[in-house]
């Protein structure tokens, strides 16, 4: 239990470095959120409706967590087959997950860094002081998002690579999400055939615990929801992981050359 | 004592599509059968030109691939259904620039590796600095692997195959890429490994780096091996003929054929050298087919003829030319 603790420690922290030391992905994965959060409230400022800014705002800092893991993390495998590593993953002793887990944990903590952004920059620029009811069970909603964010990438990383397209798959995921998650439209508000999608996914539950963390409402109940979906996607993921490698060894895709 | 490898009949094909509209599916047997046996603390060679099925098969032993059909044992170990020992007591190399973290330093990459290997904590330092001083990397540790060199890449890919201390190494093509003095250095790592008592696999096309460090050679040819033994026993497979080399200019594949046909001639092999086209002609040591070469070369212009003796790298052009 220890070594697991430390290897994915580890591997997280040396992921996080890889993530973090190119600066132009790094200053890519807060300007893109920041543009779209931008739009988003332009929108709903014309209104003049300080509880709809409250509701962008919240919404708009946690689409940014998305749109960082969805478009990575679809093309996680992609990108380490290109570089040649992918082999050296696999034909480690450690089951795929173990490796794959610390580096959508990795792309969640860049998530969090562009929740952090959104929110300091609805302040400069919109002047939106966030109401937030309770700050500690508002971090603990935003942690949690990440955490099950990053489960659900893992998700994404061992689906996705089945498709050649994988970074298309990742972009075509993104904004569908943004309708789906609740981010800046109510999930009432979609047609009825189109909730069972959105109460699939962990991220609708881990943004109505802000909402409710930000709004004095108790968040238990979402973020129990949250937590086991996503742990659901982390058993069903972890099951593809190995059936993936299998395909892989037989037919012959794990290597570029 | 158990072998270090033992391949049995061991057969992979490909099944390749190719066309967008009209898919069609082609099935390419890579390796075809083969059966071979390594030591433990040998240092076996197999060698063979491009596309022969030396990647593939180490990637069988490894565990990256499925066998179509045979089995392969490591360390007494089932290739296929005991992945996971198999996996705990090799290490696997690769030629090529590809397969490090090019944003990490060397050192992060050596630890990234340590963790997924199971490289126990309390001796994960010192291993790490042992090995970054085996391949000469210990004053560039900490630069990003993306600044690094061909040959710094090579030897930093050796130091990672070995961070789990495996009994069994597969270095597939190691040398390709890197110039003559980085090659040297990284054949005297090779050398060493041995010393340390590990076994090795090590494929190549390169004659000359097998005869220098193999125990023993096979020789791949399109998924075959067409031959096996020592260095010496190979070389004694062409001794006793002799090697005549014809410089022409612009042979046609139909001429070179008919010179293959004169009494006396075990084979010809091509080889372009600029302009030139050189025949190497093997041949029995007593026929005299100068004249008869000449003869069936007719109008095509021709430079020196030399005559000399066999060396290992014609045993080897004439093994995988198949005559
Ligand atoms: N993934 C693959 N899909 C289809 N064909 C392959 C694949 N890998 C190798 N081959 C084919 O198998 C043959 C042997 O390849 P390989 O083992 O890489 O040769 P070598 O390593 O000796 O150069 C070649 O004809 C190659 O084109
Ligand atoms: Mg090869």
Avoid at chain 2, 79 to 91: C, K, L, N, P, Q
């Amino acid at each position: 239990m220890r070594s697991y603790l430390r290897q994915q420690r580890i591997c997280y922290l040396l992921q996080l470095r890889v993530l973090s030391t190119s600066l132009f992905d790094g200053l890519l994965a807060v300007f893109f959120p920041l543009m779209f959060a931008t739009a988003a409230l332009l929108v709903y400022r014309i209104k003049d409706d300080p509880d709809g800014m409250q509701y962008a705002g919240l919404g708009a800092a946690i689409m940014g967590m998305w749109t960082c893991q969805g478009v990575i993390a679809s093309s996680l495998l992609t990108r380490e087959r290109w570089a040649g590593t992918l082999e050296l993953l696999v034909a480690a002793p450690i089951p795929l997950s173990r490796v794959l887990v610390p580096i959508t944990m990795a792309l969640s903590t860049i998530g969090l860094y562009c929740v952090v952004a959104t929110i300091v920059w609805e302040r400069l620029v919109f002047d939106i002081r966030l109401e937030i009811a309770s700050w500690p069970l508002f971090v603990l909603s935003v942690l949690m998002s990440a955490l099950t964010l990053a489960l659900f990438g893992f998700f994404l990383s061992v689906t996705a690579v089945r498709y050649r397209t994988s970074w298309s798959l990742g972009a075509a995921l993104e904004y569908p999400g943004w309708l789906l998650c609740g981010f800046l439209v109510p999930v009432d508000l979609l047609p009825d055939w189109l909730h069972p999608l959105s109460w699939s996914i962990p991220t609708t539950w881990a943004m109505a615990a802000v909402r409710d963390a930000a709004n004095g409402v108790s968040p238990w109940g979402n973020l129990g929801l949250c937590v086991a979906v996503g742990l659901v996607y982390a058993v069903v993921a972890a099951y593809l992981g190995r059936r993936l490698v299998e395909s892989a060894r037989r037919h012959a895709t794990l290597a570029l050359t | 004592m158990t072998l270090a490898v033992e391949a049995t009949e061991l057969r992979r094909t490909f099944r390749t599509t190719t066309g967008t509209v009209r898919r069609t599916r082609k099935d390419v047997e890579a390796v075809k059968g083969i059966s071979f046996h390594i030591e433990q603390g040998e240092l076996f060679g197999l060698l063979g030109p491009n596309g022969a099925g030396k990647t593939t098969t180490i990637k069988m032993l490894i565990t990256l691939l499925l066998p179509t059909s045979g089995s392969a044992r490591v360390l007494g170990h089932d290739v296929v259904a005991d992945t996971r020992e198999v996996r705990r007591r090799i290490g696997y190399v690769f030629g090529g620039d590809r397969g490090l973290y090019e944003r990490l330093s060397a050192r992060d990459n050596l630890r990234y590796f340590s963790e997924l290997y199971g490289v126990p904590p309390r001796t994960q330092a010192t291993r790490i600095d042992e090995l970054l001083e085996l391949v000469g990397l210990t004053e560039r540790d900490r630069e990003r692997v993306e600044g690094y060199s061909r040959g710094m890449r090579q030897r930093l890919h050796i130091a990672r195959g070995l961070l789990h201390d495996p009994d069994v190494l597969f270095l597939d093509e190691p040398s390709i890429g890197i110039d003559p003095v980085g090659a040297r250095e990284l054949r005297a790592t090779i050398g060493n490994l041995v010393e340390m008592g590990k076994t090795v696999l090590l494929t190549t096309h390169y004659m000359f780096e097998a005869d220098e460090l193999c125990d023993r050679i096979a020789v791949i040819r399109e998924g075959e091996i067409v031959a096996e033994g020592t260095p010496a026993q190979l070389k004694g497979r062409v001794s006793g003929g002799r090697v005549v080399e014809v410089e022409t200019y612009g042979v046609l594949e139909e001429t070179v054929a008919e010179v293959g046909t004169v009494a006396g001639i075990r084979s010809v092999a091509v080889e372009e050298r600029g302009q030139q086209q050189v025949l190497i002609i093997q041949c029995e040591r007593d026929a005299e087919v100068t004249q008869a070469v000449l003869a069936r070369l007719g109008d095509v212009r021709v430079g020196r003829v030399t005559a000399r003796e066999p060396t290992l790298e014609d045993a080897y052009v004439e093994l995988v030319t198949g005559s």
